[in-house]
């Protein structure tokens, strides 16, 4: 997976150098990460942290995080909690005193299942099991 100032991260096969498909940003894609438990993957591209769901060469957001004021610098998933992120942004040009952001945080486990998985947990937590 590559990360690109042309707005986009891309998905290539190693084996065949084949694209296997382009993730399309509002803005260049700083960095670039498969979650080490799932097929899921993130991409910072300005200030915006998404993760997408890769399957078959077809690619759908699950989740985006809108909360830095600035691009993002970098960001990682946590080894030891799985589903936990955490990203930082160098919002020292926002801002009179310098420095950046740590977010820490946790997306709904439902969106970082796949769908029959989510919808299984779901119904059952809804009878109380």
């Known amino acids: 997976m590559t990360g690109s100032t042309d707005c986009t991260a891309s998905i290539i096969d190693l084996r065949t150098c084949k694209l296997l498909t382009s993730l399309i940003h509002r803005g260049p894609v700083n960095c670039v990460e498969f979650s080490p438990n799932k097929e899921h993957i993130t991409a910072s591209s ?23 004021k600035s691009p993002i610098t970098d960001f990682n998933w946590n080894f030891a909690n799985e589903g936990v992120l955490s990203s930082v942004s160098d919002d020292s ?37």
């Open 46 to 68: 300005d200030d915006i942290l998404t993760i997408w769901s890769f399957n078959n060469s077809e690619a759908d957001i699950l989740w985006k995080h809108f909360g830095h």
């Open 93 to 129: 040009q926002q801002t009179s005193q310098g420095g950046g952001n740590l977010h820490i945080y946790r997306p709904n486990d439902l969106m970082l299942e796949d769908k029959s998985s989510a919808i299984e947990d779901l119904c059952n937590s809804l009878e109380g099991n």
